[in-house]
Nanobody, 122 residues
Framework: QVQLAQSGGGLVQAGGSLKLSCAVT????????LGWFRQAPGNEREFIAA??????NTRHADSVKGRFTISRDKDTVYLQMNNLRPEDTAVYYC?????????????????WGQGTQVTVSS
């Protein structure tokens, strides 16, 4: 089992920055993928970024590449979000996957954080 506790999020103006945190406890291995997803009302859950617990093999969605960065420090995974846009408004989730490859689809993830709202005003 993996437990994920999220913090961060909130309201920010367009062009601003936020940093989301996800504290990880439980059974994680170097190959475990930690990912960030988001879901806006009426939309499907969207992959944002992922990182292996070993710290390598990061991936970012094209929609956030160059603006968002996933990282890990000890038992916490972060999502640094810069140059935020109103279309980034959503509930953001961190998640854990034991999939050995890919790990860009929500159905590959078996453990989820509680979600946190990010709202970007124009």
């Amino acid at each position: 089992q993996v437990q994920l506790a999220q913090s961060g999020g909130g309201l920010v103006q367009a062009g601003g920055s936020l940093k989301l945190s996800c504290a990880v406890t439980g059974r994680v291995f170097d190959s475990t993928a930690l990912g960030w997803f988001r879901q806006a009302p009426g939309n499907e859950r969207e992959f944002i970024a992922a990182i292996r617990w070993s710290g390598g093999n990061t991936r970012h969605a094209d929609s956030v590449k160059g603006r968002f960065t996933i990282s890990r420090d000890k038992d916490t995974v972060y999502l640094q979000m810069n140059n935020l846009r109103p279309e980034d408004t959503a509930v953001y989730y961190c998640a854990a996957s034991y999939a050995l490859s890919g790990a860009t689809m929500a159905n590959q993830y078996t453990h989820w954080g509680q979600g946190t709202q990010v709202t970007v005003s124009s």
